[in-house]
């Protein structure tokens, strides 16, 4: 085919354009992270060998509703004129670009991140000052297809950035964005974002009127449970093997815990978090047990990647493509081949566990059960199987002022209304119209526990038994294990078909004890005895409606 003309593309909107790609950052705090991201970057001339920085860098972000504006500051190297010019002009030939070669810990690569104001405000302001230098200003508006070079003159202009330092104030926010930006979740972006930054010399503060919030690293060595940890230097490249310099590789710092943890792992690039492992479509793909383990409650931690792989345009993926995909693959499989550790590590977490998750569930169960049993006692002392009172060994009483647990008991003799006041002990329950019955303690019994027992059972084998006041349930009975919401490395959950199993496990064996006692099953028909059963489970279940989908691992924190 002949080529008979080459047309150069040319842009001619491109405030439009620039405004669309910032729409990539999907949110106002992702986009924040540019700016910040540029303090950092701001500070490289003076980060030592020590891994940290010759003073301490502060970075002040302040949200001001009454002005619809947000400013980060920080005290950092400052722009000179032609980087400051740069973001402007320089698009997709960023100063940090040219830089890199020298300083390989500089994070930006396209030049953009100046415009990420563009997805939610209207203007960006930038004040900077060099050590030495005066202080120099940018004014971007996102209509405007001209940037504004600005010389700052007197007190009115100085934004005090001491001997050196950049002022950013992102300005006319559009009102919806800036309603739904919390302090809270703004602190703990930052906090997961530059987590292996926040680890040297530095302070970020989050202000939002009357509230300040000082963003800390997250400290996984407080944590228990199982380290996985480990620098990979080598990948398939191709049919080539790449090996590089020790500290230049793929460092992985996994966690997994012995107690669930709300912090999934990440990716981070230059101490930048990337995206979540169990998000990264590109990396999950590659992987043999998805999900079921990189997100997994048990599991937290990063893996840095250096220079190792670059970025996506929004950050939030790594490059794939000619070039990419080669590099990008050998290292996923190395990655990928620590599955394995960390499934059999996340196995073991759950067997230390599962033994202490279902004493806090037989721990409800059993408050559950003993609510009912009183709910029944109560029943059954004004009825018989006619329907009139019945009131066994119950009196009724009035209450004792000098002690506790003490009261006058009446006592009727007879048929006449011979009336005796004598102290005894009792424990005392109101009726449906306040009046106090009463029973001596020495004929009370021990209530019914709950268990569970974790031996193995074949299918045939019951589901549950009861012995010396415990009923028993059998947790490794196929149909229990098959209505628990655990699949392989999965969170066990109280699922509805669990919840039903449990109310008509224990309702058999609660109602046949109960019956047994109270010398009923010979008065009652099998009708009778059936409608009970069922009334039970109904009332159980309805006691557990607010553990339904509630994690197992999760109940300890309801029991008092």
């Known amino acids: 085919m002949k080529t008979i003309q080459e047309i150069p593309i040319e842009i001619k909107n491109k405030p439009v354009l620039l405004n669309l790609i910032a729409e990539w950052y999907r949110s106002p705090s ?31 972000i ?24 740069g973001l402007a002009d320089n698009i997709n030939d960023s100063e940090k670009k040219r830089r890199e070669q020298k300083r390989p810990w500089v994070n930006g690569q396209f030049g953009l991140g100046a415009h990420a104001f563009r997805f939610f405000a209207q203007k960006l302001m930038i004040f900077s000052k060099q050590k030495g230098g005066n202080q120099i200003a940018l004014l971007i508006d996102r209509d405007n297809p001209n940037a504004e070079l600005k010389q700052c003159e007197g007190e009115i202009d100085d934004k005090n950035l001491g001997n050196s330092g950049t002022l950013v104030e992102i300005i006319d926010i559009d009102k919806t964005h800036l309603k739904n930006l919390k302090p809270d979740e703004l602190k703990n972006e930052i906090e997961t974002y530059f987590e292996m930054l926040l680890r040297r010399n530095v302070e970020i503060t989050v202000r939002d009127d009357d509230i300040k919030a000082i963003c800390t690293p997250f400290n996984y060595d407080e944590i228990n449970g199982i380290d996985i940890k480990k620098e990979i230097v080598t990948w398939r490249y191709g049919t080539s093997t790449v090996t590089v310099a020790e500290n230049n590789g793929i460092k992985v710092n996994l966690k997994i815990c012995a107690n669930q943890i709300n912090r999934p792992p990440f990716f981070s690039r230059k101490g930048r978090k990337i995206n979540y492992i169990a998000n990264l479509s590109s990396f999950i793909s590659k992987t043999r047990h998805r999900k079921k383990v990189w997100e997994n409650y048990y599991l937290t931690g990063y893996i840095e ?9 929004a950050r939030d993926d790594f490059k794939g493509g000619k070039g990419f995909s080669l590099k990008r693959t050998g290292i996923y499989e190395e990655i990928v081949k620590l599955e394995d550790e960390i499934h059999d590590a996340i196995e073991k977490i759950n067997k230390d566990r599962s033994d202490e ?4 569930l037989a721990s409800v ?20 199987k006619s329907g009139k009172e019945n009131k066994g060994e119950w009196v009724k009483v009035s209450p004792n002022e000098d002690a506790e647990e003490l009261y006058k008991v009446t006592k009727k003799n007879g048929k006449k209304p011979h009336q005796k006041e004598e102290k005894r002990i009792i424990k ?15 004929n009370e019994k021990e209530g019914i526990r709950i268990d569970f027992n974790t031996l193995q059972v074949e299918a045939s084998d019951k589901r549950s038994a009861y012995g010396d006041g415990v009923i028993t349930i059998f947790a490794n009975h196929p149909d229990f294990i098959s209505r628990r919401g655990n699949n392989d490395l999965e969170q066990a959950k109280i699922t509805p078909r669990l919840s039903t199993y449990l109310a008509a496990v224990i309702s058999s064996e609660y109602k046949a ?26 009332r159980f279940e309805q006691k557990m409606k607010d553990l339904i989908n509630q994690p197992i691992d999760s109940l300890g924190n309801i029991v008092n």
Not at 428 to 442: I, R, V
């Open 30 to 60: 992702k986009a924040l992270m540019e700016y910040i991201d540029n303090s950092f970057d701001s500070s490289d001339d003076f980060f030592n060998e020590h891994g940290l920085y010759d003073r301490d860098v502060k970075i002040e």
């Open 357 to 360: 998750n279902l004493k806090s």
């Open 428 to 442: 005392a329950t109101p009726d449906n119209n306040s009046d106090l019955f009463g029973q001596k303690t020495e």
């Open 305 to 313: 990647v250096g220079n190792n792989l670059e970025p996506v345009l």
């Open 513 to 538: 004890v109960f019956y047994q006692q109270k010398k009923l099953e010979p008065q009652l028909s099998s009708k009778k005895i059936l409608e009970e059963q069922i009334d039970f489970i109904f």
């Open 365 to 384: 169960l059993t408050t559950f059960l003993t609510e009912i049993s009183k709910e029944d006692e109560i029943k059954l002392r004004y009825e018989n």
């Open 62 to 85: 302040e949200i001001n509703r009454i002005e619809h504006k947000i400013t980060i500051k920080d005290n950092c190297e400052g722009m000179n004129l032609e980087v400051l010019k």
